[in-house]
């Protein structure tokens, strides 16, 4: 499977450059360019993102942090840093959890995994959906659900949309007690996708972590303030 992927930069250390779901490795050029004199810096484009290969069939968060390793292993990087945001930490929590490497610092941006807390209203329109996709398979009624979701989910085709099921409905939760490295979790007050109850959720299960929150900021909150989330990165790299 091809992975397009960019290993460069000076020092001993590697950081690893996870980006979202949609995004590419471009999301952290700005960091990077600042960092590449001082570390080896590693950005790859996700299966099915970038210019990296489409996917093929239905991938699921274990298979993303496979084609990681398989990258690692090539390049002999046993021992990095991990900058992620997004999805980036989902795959970030599998490559710690199952693979043969050492995290050292790990630095997160709206990181997701978490199982969200649902409303009323949100619970309310997932059985509404749910009983009606049941309708419609009994053959008694003839519900319009097939356009339901979010105009990006609608772009995805058959592969991808079971990919992002895949991914959307697992919970990893329970893998992050075994995260051990130095974190910092950088989190908009205003982030809508991976609300800040998560942060803080994930950081009273992850023992060695800081929680850092920008105001005024959304789920991209590390590139609405990226010089100051830029110091909070070397800070954390240089201790």
């Not at 995805?156 to 075994?178: A, D, G, M, P, W």
């Not at 109850?197 to 950081?203: N, P």
């Not at 991209?220 to 790299?237: A, T």
Request: proline share 1%; glycine share 6%; aromatic share 16%.
């Amino acid at each position: 499977m091809k992975i397009n992927y960019k290993y460069y930069g000076k020092g001993k250390e590697t950081v690893l450059f996870l980006h979202g779901w949609g995004a590419n490795l471009n999301s952290f050029n700005f960091f990077c360019e600042n960092l590449k004199n001082e570390y080896k810096i590693l950005q790859i484009d996700f299966v099915g993102h970038g210019d990296s290969e489409k996917l093929s069939y239905p991938f699921f968060v274990f298979d993303y942090a496979v084609e990681v390793f398989k990258i690692l292993k090539k390049e002999n990087v046993d021992r990095l840093n991990i900058v992620c945001h997004s999805f980036g930490f989902r795959v970030a929590i599998m490559l710690i959890k199952f693979f043969d490497i050492t995290v050292e610092k790990l630095f997160v941006s709206g990181g997701a995994g978490v199982k969200p807390r649902f409303n009323i209203f949100t619970k309310l329109k997932i059985y509404s959906y749910k009983f009606k996709k049941f309708l419609n398979n009994k053959g008694l009624c003839c519900f319009d659900i097939l356009n339901k979701g979010s105009s990006d989910y609608q772009k995805l085709n058959n592969i991808e949309k079971e990919s992002f099921r895949n991914i959307v409905n697992y919970n990893q939760s329970k893998y992050l007690k075994f995260i051990k490295a130095k974190t910092i979790l950088l989190w908009g007050n205003k982030d809508k996708e991976t609300p800040l109850y998560m942060a803080k959720f994930i950081k009273k299960k992850i023992k060695n972590s800081k929680l850092v929150v920008l105001k005024n900021t959304g789920h991209f909150c590390f590139l609405e303030n990226k010089f100051y989330s830029l110091k909070i990165l070397e800070e954390l790299l240089g201790n």
